[in-house]
């Protein structure tokens, strides 16, 4: 009886802010997919041990694609924080003052947030063209030069490169929609 008292209490989850727009509604939406990559890396790592200790025959990908998987959720998770205006910030200062004061921040902090992924960006592309492509100009993904070798370093690359610049667009949008009290 106690816990569904509690339970009643709870806020439902707002998912993205408001403030994030469509796109941050799109990458709230999109954030149920790299959950079940890191519910998918644990049953990829259950099978794993199952097979390498009760049938002593072990995979040569499972490790390599935990890792991609769990890495690309951590990625997204950055990009997933900022549309629901999750991070991590010291509130100190920031619940003390008045709205319109928080409000100059929000557009103060977007802004830097907006460049500070730009440059992330830029240099994830200087990643990228080591990464994605031969001297010669033609596509070749990265691969990890392990006995299975797959692509994963340069999808991984590529993906950090989509997820700063996607993240660049929504501190934008942010900015823009605190600027203009936009709810």
């Not at 990458?27 to 199952?50: H, P, Q, R, W």
């Not at 490790?63 to 924080?81: K, R, V």
């Not at 900022?82 to 929000?106: E, G, K």
């Not at 692509?151 to 590529?158: C, N, S």
């Given at each position: 009886?106690?816990?569904?008292?509690?339970?009643?209490h709870e806020k439902p989850d707002p998912?993205?802010?408001?403030e994030a727009g469509i796109l941050g509604?799109?990458?709230?939406?999109?954030?149920?997919?790299?959950?079940?990559?890191?519910?998918?890396?644990?049953?990829?790592?259950?099978?794993?041990?199952?097979?390498?200790?009760?049938?002593?025959?072990?995979?040569?990908?499972?490790?390599?694609?935990?890792?991609?998987?769990?890495?690309?959720?951590?990625?997204?998770?950055?990009?997933?924080?900022?549309?629901?205006?999750?991070?991590?910030?010291?509130?100190?200062?920031?619940?003390?003052?008045?709205?319109?004061?928080?409000?100059?921040?929000?557009?103060?902090?977007?802004?830097?947030?907006?460049?500070?992924?730009?440059?992330?960006?830029?240099?994830?592309?200087?990643?990228?063209?080591?990464?994605?492509f031969r001297p010669d100009g033609s596509?070749?993904?990265?691969?990890?030069?392990?006995?299975?070798?797959?692509?994963?370093?340069?999808?991984?690359?590529?993906?950090?490169?989509?997820?700063?610049?996607?993240?660049?667009?929504?501190?934008?949008?942010?900015?823009?929609?605190?600027?203009?009290?936009?709810?």
């Amino acid at each position: 009886m106690a816990d569904t008292e509690e339970r009643s209490h709870e806020k439902p989850d707002p998912g993205a802010i408001p403030e994030a727009g469509i796109l941050g509604r799109w990458i709230d939406k999109t954030g149920l997919v790299f959950a079940f990559g890191i519910v998918l890396s644990m049953l990829i790592l259950l099978n794993e041990v199952v097979l390498r200790y009760v049938f002593n025959a072990p995979t040569i990908w499972a490790h390599e694609t935990t890792i991609f998987l769990c890495g690309a959720a951590f990625l997204y998770g950055g990009l997933y924080c900022s549309a629901r205006d999750r991070h991590i910030r010291v509130v100190l200062i920031y619940d003390a003052l008045p709205d319109r004061a928080r409000r100059i921040l929000d557009i103060v902090i977007s802004v830097i947030c907006m460049l500070s992924s730009g440059v992330f960006a830029w240099a994830a592309w200087l990643m990228v063209q080591r990464a994605a492509f031969r001297p010669d100009g033609s596509f070749r993904l990265e691969r990890s030069g392990s006995a299975w070798d797959p692509v994963y370093p340069g999808l991984i690359k590529v993906f950090l490169l989509i997820v700063l610049a996607v993240m660049a667009v929504q501190f934008l949008i942010l900015a823009v929609n605190y600027a203009r009290g936009r709810k």
